[in-house]
């Protein structure tokens, strides 16, 4: 389940940047995400639970950070946005990968957010060291180009976070302003991370994941129409334009609903820090796929010797993870 979450995770971001593209902003296409999965879960709940249940005496026994799940995701979603045009793709993977990496850890090892503990033991570093390597690898172009023959980075069809690109940033800064930056991306990389744990305490709590999945995606969906108000994004779907609508832009929310769901599902069963290694593992695959195959309108870029070493690595670290995990 976790690694179908990881594999699902670029076609999601895709759907909603495409999404984003076609309403005029990437608010709207965020929106659209969220509502969508708002909805889908409601219909889940009310068929797996037989109706939306949250135990209200418990509520007020419980830290208030159990409902913070959708306000995580909101800060990581927008977070890559603004950090692939700064400091490049590449690094947009790298930078939030070791803060979720590190922080997976961190939860495990001292059971925060209530989670189980699961020491980090140096086999745990190691594995986590060779998946660390192994997505550097994997998600390197190492296709020489000129400068001038460079064409322009367009982000709109892709994976901010996920999908393997040139890493170019569309302008120079000093390097104090870059690794404040990368800094950023390190502590996305932790928001993502602690959302997985809140929202997989959230659905012990309240017995369900899928309610806890709904409680996630109905407070981002809240936090966007407050941030919509105050933004207010252009909308410019209208009949006759000559952009066009494919069908898959509307899957994000299905997507994110699985993702939502499966990661607070799996986070009190496997660890904190498994599920994100694993799930990893699952996003780099797919990226790798979408490149080579160039699916949903991606630049091509074949596999070669280094993106299969980078996907072995990546294995070798999550069965090392595992293994250790399960003795």
């Known amino acids: 389940m976790g690694l179908?979450?990881?594999?699902?995770?670029?076609?999601?971001?895709?759907?909603?940047?495409?999404?984003?593209?076609?309403?005029?902003?990437?608010?709207?296409?965020?929106?659209?995400?969220?509502?969508?999965?708002?909805?889908?879960?409601v219909?889940?709940?009310?068929?797996?639970?037989?109706?939306?249940?949250?135990?209200?005496?418990?509520?007020?026994?419980?830290?208030?950070?159990?409902?913070?799940?959708g306000i995580f995701g909101i800060i990581y979603v927008f977070g890559n946005i603004i950090l692939m045009p700064k400091i490049g793709s590449m690094q947009t993977i790298?930078?939030?990968?070791?803060?979720?990496?590190?922080?997976?850890?961190?939860?495990?090892?001292?059971?925060?957010?209530?989670?189980?503990?699961?020491y980090a033991t140096p086999e745990r570093i190691i594995g986590v060291v060779l998946v660390f390597v192994g997505v550097v690898l994997a998600s390197a172009d190492i296709k020489k180009r000129n400068a001038a023959d460079a064409p322009a980075a367009d982000v709109s069809d892709v994976s901010p976070s996920y999908t393997i690109a040139a890493d170019t940033a569309p302008h120079k800064q000093n390097g104090f302003i870059t690794w404040l930056w990368r800094l950023f991306g390190i502590f996305i990389g932790c928001i993502s991370t602690t959302q997985i744990a809140i929202n997989g305490y959230l659905g012990d709590v309240l017995g369900s994941s899928f309610l806890s999945a709904l409680i996630s995606f109905a407070v981002g969906t809240i936090g966007l129409i407050i941030i919509i108000a105050i933004v207010r994004p252009r909308f410019i779907m209208k009949k006759g334009d000559k952009v066009k609508t494919p069908w898959w832009m509307w899957t994000g929310g299905f997507m994110g609903a699985y993702v939502v769901f499966s990661f607070a599902y799996l986070a009190p069963l496997i660890g904190t820090g498994v599920l994100v290694i694993v799930s990893q593992l699952g996003m780099t695959l797919a990226s790798v796929i979408i490149d080579h195959f160039g699916i949903w309108g991606s630049a091509v870029k074949r596999i070669n010797a280094l993106k299969v070493i980078g996907l072995i690595l990546m294995i070798a670290g999550a069965v090392l993870i595992n293994l250790v995990y399960m003795r």
């Open 4 to 41: 179908l979450a990881g594999i699902v995770t670029p076609f999601e971001t895709a759907a909603n940047t495409k999404a984003g593209k076609r309403m005029g902003h990437s608010l709207w296409g965020t929106f659209l995400s969220f509502s969508v999965g708002t909805i889908v879960l």
């Open 43 to 69: 219909f889940l709940v009310l068929i797996v639970d037989h109706g939306i249940h949250i135990p209200f005496e418990e509520v007020p026994y419980q830290p208030w950070w159990i409902w913070t799940g």
């Open 94 to 118: 790298i930078f939030p990968l070791l803060g979720q990496v590190t922080t997976g850890l961190i939860v495990d090892h001292f059971g925060l957010f209530r989670s189980n503990i699961t």
